[in-house]
């Protein structure tokens, strides 16, 4: 994976993303664990900006967690197109292209929501994505910009680009956290998925950077967990008289613009890196329901 970078000096962070959940959390977690880091200013589609972060913050390696998602949720990008490019394409892009110029390595949160499940690796077969693999879906907007810069950012050798899908956190007051997402709707699909929980992941995407990884990484927690399984466990930690409906993806078609991503991604890649990793069912136990616990007994 051998970009040469600066493992030398002791390190020195520059994170986008400040007002993000992704960006925001990296901050804590560099103040937690000692580390030096500095949010940039610059804008990622204006070059000369990050530029001038660089030249004034002087990093050992840069993180992306800005980009645009859409609020409440993908659908958003459907009719804001070229602000979704503007930041998503051009904006990544760019980062990616200064810090190579640099000679910096980029940790780029991207998304797995490029794939969904076919008849090579179909729902419930344990066979997951990998790395290597071409995406298959491009049924949102959002997800057919990210799949584009996957691509082009594979040409970048200082890029180390991480896969999160769902993302979720301890955080259940967070409108972004998949937990708080699904507790919230009247409906939900009931679907087994690749999932991140960032307590534990982002701490690993920390040390990623200090051993000077690039490529591509399917940045979620070994397995599968469904939509009702999360549920089952919130009614078991956190509230007993939680109860939700579910509906197929022919009746959530009808309420949202966009089709949404369902997927395994295979995450033996990032195991064998981090052998400590705990799959997604047990982190999910481990860092979210245990800390939240409202029950006598789960």
Not at 5 to 17: M, Q, R, T, W
Not at 124 to 140: A, V
């Amino acid at each position: 994976m051998g970009f040469p970078a600066n493992s030398e000096k002791p390190s020195k962070f520059l994170i986008y993303g400040r007002t993000g959940w992704i960006g925001g959390i990296l901050g804590k977690l560099c103040e937690a664990q000692g580390i030096d880091y500095v949010y940039g200013s610059g804008r990622l589609e204006n070059r000369s900006s990050l530029e001038s972060d660089i030249s004034t913050v002087k990093p050992t390696h840069v993180f992306n967690a800005a980009g645009v998602t859409g609020r409440p949720n993908v659908d958003w990008c459907e009719s804001h197109k070229v602000e979704t490019i503007r930041t998503n394409v051009v904006g990544t892009l760019t980062l990616a292209d200064v810090c190579r110029e640099k000679g910096l390595i980029l940790i780029n949160y991207a998304t797995g929501c490029i794939f969904e499940y076919d008849a090579g690796r179909p729902l419930g077969s344990g066979i997951g994505f990998k790395e290597e693999d071409t995406p298959n879906f491009t049924g949102s907007f959002y997800s057919k910009t990210k799949a584009m810069v996957e691509e082009l950012l594979k040409n970048y050798d200082n890029v180390c680009t991480l896969r999160v899908r769902m993302p979720i956190s301890a955080d259940l007051t967070n409108p972004r956290n998949f937990i708080t997402k699904i507790t919230r709707y009247e409906k939900v699909v009931d679907i087994p998925n690749s999932m991140t929980i960032l307590d534990e992941l982002l701490p690993i995407s920390l040390e990623m950077a200090k051993r000077n990884l690039t490529g591509i990484w399917n940045f979620t927690n070994p397995g599968v967990v469904s939509h009702n399984e999360i549920l089952e466990m919130y009614r078991d930690y956190i509230d007993p008289s939680f109860s939700w409906k579910n509906f197929t993806l022919e009746e959530q078609a009808k309420v949202i613009v966009a089709p949404r991503s369902n997927n395994e991604l295979d995450a033996s890649k990032l195991s064998k890196e981090f052998p400590e990793m705990k799959s997604i069912k047990e982190s999910l136990i481990e860092y979210v329901f245990k800390p939240n616990r409202k029950t006598l007994v789960a």
